[in-house]
Structure formats: structure tokens, C-alpha cells
């Protein structure tokens, strides 16, 4: 998924979070269902998934991943969702977190899902926000199964970089923040 798609989706759910607050309860009601099998997130989300992706296009459950992820936690920053929870790891000194963060590396597309929702449940308790457009770009190719393996590394590596990169310094580079874009 492009970078400017990804962030014309998230400038959508932004204006949802400022104008329909009953469309953020939808969408956090969706994070219950596999991603787009929720009918009551069909409105919000289908406007933007291609004419030609079918109902199991792992772009289009990146859509439904990542605005079900916002509604639970619709607080927007330039750095990724591992290098907050790298922050968050640095700040509170909480051994579980790497735990987790681990867990959630190893995680196949089919239960991502579940690691996804606990690490941003996590960052709200704080008030740390992350890239959104950033996560729907690379959950569009870690949900992929079909894609070449090396694409689903590449992003994990570039995760495990930005997680631990962040236990070092607030000011640490994050390897995430210009996800590349699978062939």
C-alpha cells in the first residue's frame, strides 16, 4: 500500500474522530471480528479498499486492522507503533513489555491480531501515540501469506531496529518511519 493512500485512510479516520464519535465506537467494536467481517465498519472502511481486492486481500484487512486500532487509541505520532513500544519499555522498566514485543515478531498473520490489540491498549494507558499510515503499510504486507517471506522479514527486522533502537535514547533513529514498499 502507497504511503500517501495510507495517509489519505488515517486523515479519514482523524476526521472521524472529530466529527462521528458513534463511527469510532463502531470501529472499536470491530477489533471483536476477524478484520472486515464486522458489517457495522463497512462504511467507514469499503470507501477505500480497491475495486479489485477481494474480501481476503491482506490490503484490504490492514484497513480494518489499522482503523479498528485507531478507534481504540486515536492518538497520531511520526513514530512507528515498535519504537513507541520501545518508549514505553525505556520509561516504564517493564521486563513483560520486550516479552510481548517478541511475541508479537513471531506472530503469523492469523494471530497478530490479538498481540496488536494488547500492545496498543498498552500505549494508551500512557497517552503514546504512533504512526498509523506507517502500521498499514506493513501490516498490508505482513497479512500477505502469498507474498515473498523476505517482504514479511523485512518488515519484522526493521521493527525489532526501531523497538530496540528506542531503549537507547528519546532522540534514536526509528528504522520504521519510511516503510519501503514491497514490489
Same mark, same amino acid.
Given at each position: ?53 477481494? *474480501? ?7 484497513? $480494518?486492522?489499522? %482503523? !479498528? @486500532?485507531? +478507534?481504540?487509541?486515536? &492518538?497520531?505520532? #511520526? ?41 496498543? *491498549? ?7 501515540? $504512533?504512526?498509523? %499510515? !506507517? @502500521?498499514? +503499510?506493513?501490516?498490508? &504486507?505482513?497479512? #500477505? ?39
Amino acid at each position: 500500500m502507497k504511503r500517501d493512500d495510507a495517509q489519505r485512510f488515517i486523515d479519514h479516520l482523524l476526521r472521524l474522530k472529530e466529527q462521528d464519535r458513534g463511527a469510532l465506537a463502531a470501529l472499536r467494536h470491530s477489533l471483536a471480528f476477524a478484520p472486515g467481517d464486522d458489517p457495522k465498519a463497512f462504511p467507514y472502511v469499503e470507501r477505500f479498499v480497491g475495486r479489485d481486492w477481494h *474480501s481476503a486481500d491482506a490490503r484490504r484487512l490492514a484497513l $480494518y486492522a489499522v %482503523a !479498528g @486500532l485507531f +478507534a481504540a487509541h486515536p &492518538v497520531v505520532h #511520526d513514530r512507528s507503533l515498535p519504537a513507541a513500544l520501545g518508549k514505553l519499555l525505556r520509561d516504564k522498566d517493564r521486563p513483560s513489555l520486550e516479552l510481548r514485543f517478541r511475541a508479537l515478531l513471531e506472530a503469523d498473520a492469523d494471530g497478530l491480531m490479538p498481540h496488536l490489540r494488547q500492545s496498543v *491498549s498498552l500505549l494508551s494507558v500512557d497517552g503514546l501515540g $504512533y504512526d498509523h %499510515a !506507517g @502500521l498499514l +503499510a506493513d501490516l498490508a &504486507v505482513w497479512l #500477505d501469506e502469498r507474498s515473498d517471506p523476505a517482504w514479511r522479514d523485512d518488515v519484522k527486522r526493521r521493527w525489532a531496529r526501531a523497538f530496540y533502537g528506542a531503549l537507547q535514547a528519546d532522540d534514536a533513529v526509528d528504522a520504521t518511519t519510511t516503510p519501503t514498499t514491497a514490489p
